[in-house]
């Protein structure tokens, strides 16, 4: 059984803009809170299939977790992989997909959480933790908007 959570926002930017920002790894370090780094696995604009690690500082430590590039369909949709197994969470996968609509100049994103593939304790565990990370994911998406926004 998996976990599902879902945000919505609206951004006044268009949804082309807001579509290339998502996908935007290099301008990450000037919205993303507690971003220590990311390595990409490619160069260039992501496309399906590119890989990268991505660093953050939580809770006073740091923590890193492997996501791929599942989707593309400029600029409405991108679908997003965290492999689990690969980070320091070390189990689960996690799917990130937005959704983006435009709005006249503005644009709709909607974020479609799901984790994956957790079992015994850490499903209940998942479960509990299901809320703070839809906030976690908000205050990202939040904080993305607010960078565009200035």
Not at 6 to 17: G, P, Y
């Amino acid at each position: 059984m998996s976990i599902h959570f879902e945000l919505k926002r609206s951004i006044e930017v268009s949804a082309q803009n807001a579509y290339k920002a998502l996908i935007d790894l290099d301008s990450a370090k000037d919205w993303m809170n507690g971003l220590v780094g990311i390595e990409r696995e490619d160069s260039g604009p992501l496309k399906v299939g590119s890989q990268w690690k991505e660093t953050r500082k939580m809770f006073g430590k740091e923590a890193s977790e492997h996501f791929e590039v599942v989707e593309l369909d400029e600029p409405n949709k991108i679908v997003l992989r965290c492999d689990g197994t690969k980070g320091t969470t070390g189990k689960g996968e996690f799917i990130f997909t937005y959704i983006i609509v435009p709005a006249g100049d503005a644009s709709e994103v909607t974020l479609l959480g799901e984790i994956k593939g957790l079992i015994g304790f850490s499903k209940l565990f998942g479960k509990i933790m299901a809320g703070a990370f839809k906030k976690a994911c908000a205050k990202d998406l939040d904080a993305l908007i607010n960078y565009l926004e200035k």
